[in-house]
Structures are given as structure tokens and as C-alpha cells.
């Protein structure tokens, strides 16, 4: 069974049974999404700025110690070839894990490390790297179940080879990161 069926058919239900449990619990489960956008190595192995992916997340945030979130991306880009009219089609997969820290209490800015596994697939050649992160970050409260985030990150990409360009890639870029958390409990 392919891994990625695997983890698309368990993923919901374990969202489903986790956000049941955490009502019952009361315990301050999030969700929402991050927008991230980056000047460095971009997504399409190119240097430059641009938005890199958008990542819905859940994860647990209590105020004044730090948070918890897991994000799930996947995109698709097909690239046609103006020469011969070919067709080349990735398909992305990226999980990202993140955890802060607030070291002087609610309301102030936090320090946070991330990690991104990236797997790109396609028919001819597949490319699999990591994203290790540290950066800072702060939450502006909208109401008592919304808030706004925002962090300025630095992102180490390892070093990964892609065979359709035959290219050994590595970098790092400098991130900002805009999100929208809800607490709906």
C-alpha cells in the first residue's frame, strides 16, 4: 500500500477523534494556516523571493509557555516543455512539524525551531529533502479564539539531488511566515 494513501485515509480520523477529545478535555487545541513566503532557495530550486507554500496546521497552544503544531501541504505543478511540447508533472508532499517557546510570558514575541520533510514525486525521478528552521515569531490576539502570527524564520535546506536536472542542491533562505491560528474551544 502506498504510504501516502496510508496517511491521507488515517490522518482525518485521527484529526476527527483528536479535536473530539480535546473538547471534552479542554485542553487548547489549534488550527489554522501559515502562509510562508522566503528570499533564498524557493520551492522550484530557484534563488529569489517568492511564496514558497501555504500550510493548514493543528497543534496545542498554551499562553505564556509555547506551542505544538503539525502541518500537512501538498501542491501539484506541471511544467510544459515550449520546445518539443512535453510535459513534466511533480506532485508535492511536504509535513511540517514546529514547536515554541515563549521564554517571558503571554503577549510577547516567541522563539521557534521547525522542521519540514519534502517529498517531490514524479513519473520519471523522485526528490525527498529536509528544511531545518529557527526564528522568531509573535501572536497578535483578534478575539478570544483568533489571532494573527507573525514570524521571520531562517531555513537550512539540505543538500538533495534531482535527477531530472541532474543538480545537487542545497541553500538556505530567510522566511516570513503570516498565519491566521483559531482556538475554538
Same mark, same amino acid.
Not at 3 to 17: E, Q, V
Not at 80 to 109: T, V
Not at 115 to 143: C, K, M, T
Given at each position: $500500500?502506498?504510504?501516502? +494513501?496510508?496517511?491521507?485515509? /488515517?490522518?482525518? /480520523?485521527?484529526?476527527f477523534? !483528536?479535536?473530539?477529545? *480535546?473538547?471534552?478535555q479542554g485542553?487548547?487545541l #489549534?488550527f489554522?494556516?501559515?502562509?510562508?513566503?522566503?528570499s533564498?532557495?524557493?520551492e %522550484?530550486?530557484?534563488? =529569489? %523571493? =517568492? /511564496?514558497?507554500?501555504?500550510?493548514?496546521f493543528?497543534?496545542?497552544?498554551?499562553? *505564556? @509557555?509555547?506551542? !505544538?503544531?503539525?502541518g500537512?501541504?501538498?501542491?501539484?505543478k506541471?511544467?510544459i516543455?515550449?520546445?518539443d511540447?512535453?510535459?513534466?508533472?511533480?506532485?508535492?508532499?511536504?509535513i511540517?512539524?514546529?514547536? =515554541? /517557546?515563549?521564554?517571558?510570558g503571554?503577549e510577547?514575541?516567541?522563539? +521557534?525551531?521547525?522542521? #519540514?520533510?519534502n517529498?517531490?514525486?514524479?513519473p520519471s525521478a523522485? #526528490?525527498?529533502?529536509?528544511?531545518?528552521?529557527i *526564528?522568531? =515569531?509573535?501572536?497578535f490576539?483578534?478575539?478570544?479564539?483568533?489571532?494573527?502570527v507573525?514570524? +521571520?524564520?531562517?531555513?537550512? @535546506?539540505?543538500e538533495?539531488?534531482?535527477? $531530472?536536472?541532474?543538480?545537487?542542491?542545497?541553500?538556505r533562505?530567510l522566511? $516570513?511566515n503570516? *498565519?491566521?491560528?483559531?482556538?475554538?474551544?
Amino acid at each position: $500500500m502506498n504510504k501516502n +494513501a496510508l496517511l491521507s485515509a /488515517i490522518l482525518p /480520523i485521527f484529526c476527527f477523534f !483528536a479535536l473530539s477529545n *480535546g473538547y471534552a478535555q479542554g485542553l487548547p487545541l #489549534v488550527f489554522g494556516a501559515v502562509l510562508e513566503t522566503g528570499s533564498g532557495l524557493l520551492e %522550484n530550486d530557484d534563488y =529569489g %523571493n =517568492g /511564496i514558497v507554500r501555504l500550510t493548514p496546521f493543528i497543534g496545542v497552544w498554551i499562553n *505564556g @509557555i509555547g506551542f !505544538a503544531r503539525v502541518g500537512v501541504n501538498t501542491s501539484d505543478k506541471k511544467e510544459i516543455n515550449s520546445e518539443d511540447g512535453s510535459s513534466n508533472e511533480w506532485k508535492r508532499f511536504d509535513i511540517s512539524a514546529q514547536i =515554541g /517557546i515563549s521564554l517571558i510570558g503571554p503577549e510577547h514575541p516567541y522563539i +521557534a525551531a521547525s522542521y #519540514v520533510r519534502n517529498q517531490a514525486y514524479n513519473p520519471s525521478a523522485d #526528490v525527498e529533502w529536509n528544511e531545518w528552521g529557527i *526564528g522568531i =515569531g509573535h501572536r497578535f490576539i483578534l478575539s478570544p479564539f483568533a489571532a494573527i502570527v507573525i514570524e +521571520a524564520e531562517h531555513r537550512w @535546506i539540505t543538500e538533495h539531488y534531482e535527477r $531530472m536536472n541532474r543538480l545537487d542542491i542545497s541553500g538556505r533562505r530567510l522566511q $516570513m511566515n503570516f *498565519g491566521l491560528v483559531a482556538q475554538p474551544f
